[in-house]
């Protein structure tokens, strides 16, 4: 079959959509593993969102060693070229076309034209988008100085441009703190960083950026309204109670010149969408079993595409993960399992990947509780597991290996849940 | 005597640490739950330091610019004044990751990224 005879065909084993860690991480392996490898990206450098991000922190796990952004992308882009793997960069993909298991069909443009990819795989580490304005209620004005976190770090960190003079942000977890001491330290006021809960969302080492530059943290608080000529000029406070709903009367201006949003990512899945791919409501990314396999066979995913992830380290681990799921379903057309164990969530989980085991390997549960607690049990009745953990906060992705044996004797599903210890 | 109360930032568990300090002496410090903890804290309140990060521009690159960081922890009141000299420098392509871009006052600024 060849469904657009005028466009030139490419043909390859596995297609990776995405050059990010996830996407690098996962052709690397699938390279190392004896396939035949395209990888894709929009932009026009490899790396994805890494190169912008210039502070430290990444790569204790993966690579034992701490690392910044840029650093970690190079060494994975290091690995990749070194090992050969084909890629494209500025390639935007427009359309995965599923024709049957081992027959994929995968359109792109690029700088030398349209072209269409013949692969038994695909791997989607296409990475997150940003919460915008308007998806968190925020109205007034459409005036220049609204940004989102990435939008701003990408013209500081990528470009040189500082975006603003006076800024206030939305949004406490880790991005909008991070950027708060970036425009601090490049001589813009921040004059306030507003968080919707009641605590910070971002882990404690980067709130303390707040106190290292004197920073404003309203909690409790919520950003409804921005107003300016051309520009923002002054945006509009209020508080709210524990129902998160606005208290009247309590409402202040903030007077500023940009407007940064940090209110979180969501998985970037459009294209996996349109090609019937479940998606999990919890996580906004795919439900997958434990090679990372979407309910469309032969469609893998890893990265923020899977699951809003916080740390890069766990974003490559998937990638690999999904390349050798990638390898066993080209190898034997298709990943089977003698049953599948249900994964769900218990008291206090507010999120769980993967969502299906097979009980034939070792697999790494991702998971996130609802809200914060302290001296709990992270336990799995139906297998007796049972895990101490001394504090758990909503911003920080929890990770627990389950060994094959343990979810063998598993029947049927297995509940997941965070309670007192 | 002074209080200070801060969150432990040397690993995820982050505890709650209150340091005693009078006449810049420190007299006790609680809440740590490992030695690298108090050790932190102690320098925390004596002479807190980081690393810090920017960008520089650079000439012939790639992307416009190319991001650096110091080759070791800064004094915290020294920040300013460095991040003044960083927006004084301009490089020139190529840059390799690891190289040497500039120094100030005997700290090494280095290029995180490639140019």
Redesign the interface.
Known sequence: MEPFPEIPMLSYDVLVIGGGPAGMAAAVRARELGLKVLLLDEND?LGGIL?QC???GFGLHYFREEL?G??FA?RLAKKLIELGVEYRTSARVLEIKNYSDLEKVVIFTSPSGVYQVWTKAVIYAAGARERHAFEIGIVGDRVSGIYTAGEAQTL?????ILPGKEIVIVGSGDVGLIMARRFA???AKVKAVVELMPYPGG???N??IL??FNIPLYLGHKVVEVRGKGRVQRVKVVKVDENLNEVPGSEFWIEADTLVISAGLVPAVKNLKKIGVEIDPATGGPVVNDRLETSVPGIFVAGNSLVINDLVDYVAEQGELAAEGAKEFIDNGGIESRKWVKVEKGSNVRLVVPHYLSGERDVYLYLRVAKPMEDVELGIPEIGKRLKL??VKPA?MIRVKLKAEEIQNADGKLTVEVVKA | MTTYR????VC???CAIEVDVEDGKVLEVKGHTCPRGKEWAVQEVTNPK??????V?VEGG????V?V?TAEPVP?EK?PEL?QFLAGIKVKAPVK?GDVVAEWEGIKIVA???A
Do not use: Q, W
Not at chain 1, 156 to 160: L, R
Not at chain 2, 50 to 55: A, D, F, I, L
């Open positions: 450098y190169p210039i502070h430290p910044t840029p650093e190079a500081m960190d990528i470009y040189g330290l490049e001589g882990l404690a080492r709130v303390m106190k290292d001394p504090v920080e | 801060f969150t432990c930032i995820p568990l982050g980081r690393v810090v990060m920017s960008v521009p790639a992307l416009p610019t991001s960081k915290k920040i991040m990751i995180t990224r490639g």
